[in-house]
């Protein structure tokens, strides 16, 4: 294993299937835990190939 040091990993979601991500978008509309919905978010936004850069803008938080 090859470690790069000054350099962030890449982390991305697995492929999200069909049935999962209508899960997901149903989570995202009717969470009441405010936890589980940024949740379904971010993964919703990771499997739709946005950037970990681009999801800490949008969801308003640190990249750790």
């Given at each position: 294993m090859e470690v790069?040091?000054?350099r962030r990993?890449?982390?991305s979601v697995r492929p999200v299937g069909m049935d999962e991500g209508r899960k997901l978008q149903r989570i995202s509309r009717t969470?009441?835990?405010r936890v589980?919905?940024?949740r379904?978010?971010?993964v919703l936004m990771s499997a739709q190939g946005q950037s970990g850069k681009?999801?800490?803008v949008l969801m308003q938080v640190?990249?750790?």
């Amino acid at each position: 294993m090859e470690v790069v040091v000054g350099r962030r990993p890449s982390v991305s979601v697995r492929p999200v299937g069909m049935d999962e991500g209508r899960k997901l978008q149903r989570i995202s509309r009717t969470a009441k835990h405010r936890v589980k919905l940024r949740r379904a978010i971010v993964v919703l936004m990771s499997a739709q190939g946005q950037s970990g850069k681009d999801i800490t803008v949008l969801m308003q938080v640190g990249e750790d």
